[in-house]
């Protein structure tokens, strides 16, 4: 049992962000059902599906016919979606918040991206340590392998 028991919550598979996401909030009791591509190393130990624990999986490839239906009914319902796929994607795939907001009113869309969807670097990559040097906060760390004196 957990705080969120009985939250469903459907995670596009994309980027590490929303996976932690949704292990996070599978951990606190949300049934979360991950949509993951068809993978080339299926079979194979993938380091990356600690991150699925607790979730239900579905393997979907979202530019094949029936797809994004198949999303659709899993977002009916629903209480979240999260995603980290670049900003503009799940509109281009039919999934974006306009659609699954007249699906499911009620539901929390959460576009996980680093540098939001709009503005001069919503198209960059992010990562923690391109934010960290951005803010000016790499200024207050040590630099490693300088001699202190």
């Given amino acids: 049992m957990g705080v969120l028991d009985g939250m469903k919550v459907v995670e596009l598979a994309s980027a590490w962000p929303s996976m932690f996401c949704g292990m996070f909030l599978a951990d606190l009791g949300a049934d979360v059902i991950i949509v993951e591509r068809p993978a080339v190393d299926a079979g194979r130990a ?81 990562y923690e340590s391109t934010f960290t040097a951005l803010s000016g906060a790499l200024a207050t760390q040590p630099a490693s392998g300088r001699k202190r004196r």
């Fill in 46 to 126: 993938r380091p990356a599906e600690i991150y699925n624990r607790g979730k239900r999986s579905v393997i979907l490839d979202l530019t094949k016919p029936g797809s994004v239906e198949t999303v659709l009914k899993l977002v009916d319902g629903s209480d979240a979606l999260i995603e980290g796929m670049g900003p503009g994607v799940m509109e281009r795939l039919g999934l974006g918040p306009g659609i699954c907001l007249a699906r499911c009113p009620s539901l929390v869309y959460g576009p996980l991206s680093g540098w939001g969807q709009e503005g001069p670097l919503s198209r960059a990559p992010g």
